[in-house]
């Protein structure tokens, strides 16, 4: 476990600072080790789908990132209810990943998803709202 919050952290700091393609392998793994570690319905497990899927949108492979992205939302889902802010930063993720891969008809519901829980649970002016609102603007 210390030696795969290491890797985690390694990817994250890779990712964050613009390397991608370095951090790729890395977060694989992680998300490998994890799902043979965790339970399948662990919010660490959400956690680790959504770092590798946010490492695809950064290398523009978003066709990648999707699935991971379902994956997460239902497993945030399961549990802490539909209605939650966690949820909804997953929908903008897969939002932005669907409207790239040219299916903005299916991001458009999941960008105004992500914004009502957003303004119901966030103070207003939060960057969030600010992103999916551009988000939501942008979308074809």
């Not at 393609?21 to 080790?33: D, N, V």
């Not at 066709?63 to 539909?82: D, F, H, V």
């Not at 909804?88 to 040219?102: D, F, K, S, T």
């Not at 119901?120 to 999916?132: S, T, W």
């Amino acid at each position: 476990p210390n030696t795969l919050s290491a890797l985690n952290n390694l990817s994250l700091f890779l990712s964050y600072s613009g390397q991608n393609e370095r951090a790729l392998p890395f977060a694989k793994r992680i998300l490998e080790k994890s799902e043979e570690t965790l339970e399948k319905d662990s919010l660490e497990l959400a956690t680790r789908l959504v770092n590798l899927g946010q490492i695809y949108d950064g290398l523009g492979q978003q066709k990648n990132s999707i699935p991971l992205y379902e994956r997460a939302i239902s497993i945030t889902e399961a549990n802490l209810g539909r209605e939650n802010v966690s949820v909804a930063r997953i929908e903008n993720n897969l939002g932005y990943a669907l409207e790239q891969v040219g299916r903005g008809r299916e991001a458009r519901p999941r960008y105004e998803f992500a914004l009502r829980i957003f303004r119901e649970q966030l103070p207003k002016g939060h960057f969030l709202i600010e992103v999916v609102e551009r988000n939501l603007a942008a979308v074809q």
